[in-house]
């Protein structure tokens, strides 16, 4: 709604007082010590993790993401639970990491955030400025910051202590630290990218150089892949060569049975007769909102209008068509059977412009009072008196309000839709009419509201919806639990997995490893105790029904990876191709002979000579040989003098088996000095976004323990 997005918008510059209060104690040095040492720092009995061997201590994990899940919820208006809380842990993991491993770099070069530099930004008149952004510290005369009232902000700061002070230093001077001194580093880093000369020189030259050659290629499809056989013996010493292609991360895979609790059709054609049973006497009852609220629907009665559009029914267009009084139903409406009655039709707006005077009791940010409600209240009504009496609202609106979003429009909220506000101030918009001016409570004050137009007149409808929810019955939940114990009776994953074949149930085997922090599994978003059995669990031990969501869950331990390099049979999926690609690579060169010419390689394998790079598009600095495709090392093999006189040695690619000879080596018209430049800058951006991923960079060479499962 259009009133909680402007107090949000400018509920910032509300709080931008609190926040700069306590950066300027950061400048006094008032301000609770914000090193890495207090952040991660903590006894062996508490320690959540360790990075590069600095403890993060259990208490400020759990603080920071008490912390998070409070800021969320002031965001959200609820606070997080279930997925969205194991979530925030993640998130407040990786950013605790984050904050280490840059610091433990920063630290050792000096970079941080001085007082100094925090007190130019603060008392400067640069946009960036927090306290720009703040009217009551800006002078009206000249647009600038008034000094006088930053020293009294200053003078405030002391009262800053404990638990606000511990919020404040963690949502927004830790960050300020750490985005500061990231920029610093990634400025150094970006700087330090360099582009020589000598390089420049090379890289232009080759970019007009280029190679016409032939060759011969023998694609590794002319063999059957049936015909060369991949052990596993050779798929380890191709994965010894090339361990950092098969890293394995520690993690476990599993099958798994799940057993739904969702109501049976039994369950489903209950909820529908008992809502039936109520049509009649909700048609004939003359009181909609106590028939709601004593036959407990779960639809809670709302008694004003809507427009078709705001109408919350999947069913609205067929309801609008009955009459008034009528009842239509039972219909499916999401997960509940349901009746909808008619109550009333009116013309309403489509829209309201209005302005308005919020007189708030509490702060809009940090909810602490203001002034009584009984105050709120006299006061709001004095500025109405004074209103209907002409006096100037937008003067009114300028010195009361505590909406610092529409003060700089005399309170002017422009023109909102049916819904953009809270219930009462909607329902005061959209009823009254044009002109209209009162004092209005919700949930953020007193607001004295003056509708200045109404457009769009437009059908609204009261509706009453009596619903009951389809829930799963003790026998449905009893047969699936009892279902869930029978298959978790099975001795192991091979015994489960003919169980579930003998009595048509489906095991899923799945695809991607768990690793022992996950919070989620395939679909499941709060399978944490999932998890947990799988990294308590033997390879084939069977679990007892687990309860997910709305089903139980049998899973077996299929496989168990430890951390370091995969073998045979998890890398044989990413390196079976590659490793038969190589053999048939060595079929091929021996069927070609010792010392083999484009003619007798042609003749082996019934080719043709062919020529690439007539077209001058074959050069060094090229990635794709027409004709050819992407073939790194015969690239190379163009440009090598030793091949101009004979052909190459078989050149064994990405594709298949070539042969090159160089025909010539030739040069292209030098670049223009605009060409020239236009590569230079080109090969620099390339150079500084390779340098973009230092962070990358720095957590691999990190040492990380993460011993949050122990806790979590």
């Not at 000369?197 to 030259?205: F, L, N, P, S, V």
């Not at 013996?233 to 798994?256: C, M, P």
């Not at 009254?432 to 007193?446: E, H, L, P």
């Not at 990413?574 to 010792?594: F, P, S």
């Amino acid at each position: 709604m259009q009133i909680i997005q402007s107090i949000r918008e400018k509920g910032a510059a509300i709080i931008i007082i609190v926040i700069a209060l306590s950066l300027i104690g950061f400048i006094l040095m008032d301000a609770k010590s914000g090193s890495s040492a207090s952040l991660f720092g903590g006894s062996a009995g508490t320690t959540v993790g360790k990075v590069n061997g600095t403890s993060i201590d259990l208490n400020e994990f759990n603080k920071r993401v008490t912390q998070e899940e409070n800021k969320q919820a002031g965001q959200t208006g609820q606070q997080p639970t279930g997925a969205a809380s194991l979530r925030i842990r993640d998130n407040v993991w990786n950013q605790m990491i984050a904050e280490n491993v840059f610091y433990n770099v920063t630290e050792k070069l000096g970079i941080t955030l001085t007082p100094k530099e925090l007190s130019s930004i603060l008392m400067s008149n640069d946009p960036s400025n927090p306290f720009m952004q703040e009217r009551s510290l800006i002078d009206p005369a000249t647009g600038k910051l008034d000094l006088a009232k930053v020293a009294d902000a200053i003078n405030n700061i002391k009262k800053l202590k404990g638990a606000d002070r511990e919020a404040i230093d963690a949502q927004i001077l830790e960050p300020l630290k750490l985005s500061t001194a990231a920029a610093k580093y990634g400025g150094l880093i970006s700087a330090a990218a360099y582009y020589p000369t000598w390089m420049q020189e090379k890289d232009q030259q080759e970019s007009v150089t280029f190679s016409n050659i032939s060759y011969v290629g023998v694609n590794y499809a002319e063999i059957s892949d049936s015909t060369v056989k991949v052990s596993d013996d050779d798929i380890n010493k191709y994965v010894a060569s090339h361990k950092d292609l098969f890293k394995q991360e520690a993690g476990r895979t599993i099958s798994y049975i799940a057993f739904s609790q969702l109501p049976s059709a039994t369950d489903s054609a209950k909820a529908r007769d008992m809502v039936a049973g109520l049509r009649d006497a909700f048609a004939a009852d003359t009181n909609a909102s106590a028939f709601v609220a004593r036959n407990t629907s779960t639809i809670d009665f709302k008694d004003d209008y809507a427009p078709l559009s705001k109408i919350p029914s999947q069913a609205k267009d067929t309801i609008v068509k009955q009459a008034v009084g009528t009842v239509y139903g039972p219909y499916i409406e999401g997960n509940n059977y349901a009746l909808a009655k008619i109550l009333a039709t009116k013309q309403l707006p489509d829209s309201v412009k209005a302005r308005h005077i919020l007189v708030a009791v509490n702060d809009l940010q940090t909810q602490q009072p203001i002034r009584t409600d009984s105050a709120a209240k006299a006061l709001a009504d004095s500025i109405l008196t004074a209103i209907k009496g002409g006096a100037d609202f937008g003067a009114l609106a300028t010195k009361y309000s505590a909406d610092k979003g529409s003060v700089e429009k005399g309170g002017d909220l422009g023109t909102f839709g049916y819904g953009a506000m809270v219930p009462e101030f909607n329902e005061f918009s959209f009823t009254k009419t044009a002109g209209a001016k009162d004092v209005v409570k919700t949930q953020f004050g007193y607001h004295v509201i003056d509708i200045l137009n109404q457009k769009d007149f437009k059908t609204a409808y009261k509706i009453a919806y009596m619903a009951k929810q389809i829930v799963p019955s003790d026998e449905t939940i009893n047969g699936a639990s009892l279902a869930a114990t029978k298959a978790s009776q099975q001795k192991d994953g091979k015994a489960l997995a003919e169980y579930a074949a003998k009595n048509g149930l489906q095991i899923i085997e799945l695809p991607t490893t768990i690793k022992e922090n996950d919070f989620s599994v395939a679909n499941m978003q709060e399978a944490r105790s999932l998890v947990r059995w799988v990294f308590d669990a033997k390879p084939g031990a069977v679990s007892d029904p687990i309860g997910i969501g709305d089903q139980f869950i049998v899973a077996t331990v299929n496989k168990i990876y430890k951390e370091g390099v995969q073998d045979a049979a998890t890398a044989r999926p990413g390196a079976e191709a590659i490793v038969r690609n190589l053999k048939k690579a060595d079929i091929i060169t021996a069927k070609l002979g010792a010392t083999p010419t484009l003619e007798s390689a042609a003749a082996a394998y019934n080719k043709q000579i062919l020529t690439a790079g007539a077209d001058s598009t074959l050069t060094m600095s090229g990635r794709i040989i027409n004709g050819i495709g992407p073939e790194p090392k015969v690239i190379g093999a163009a440009f090598n003098k030793d091949n101009q006189t004979k052909a190459s040695t078989p050149i064994i690619g990405a594709t298949g088996v070539y042969l090159v000879k160089v025909n010539s080596i030739q040069q292209k018209a030098a670049p223009s000095p605009e060409e020239k430049s236009a590569q230079t800058t080109a090969r620099m951006a390339a150079i500084r976004q390779q340098s973009n991923n230092w962070f990358e960079g720095l957590r691999k060479q990190a040492t990380i323990k993460d011993n949050r499962s122990k806790f979590f």
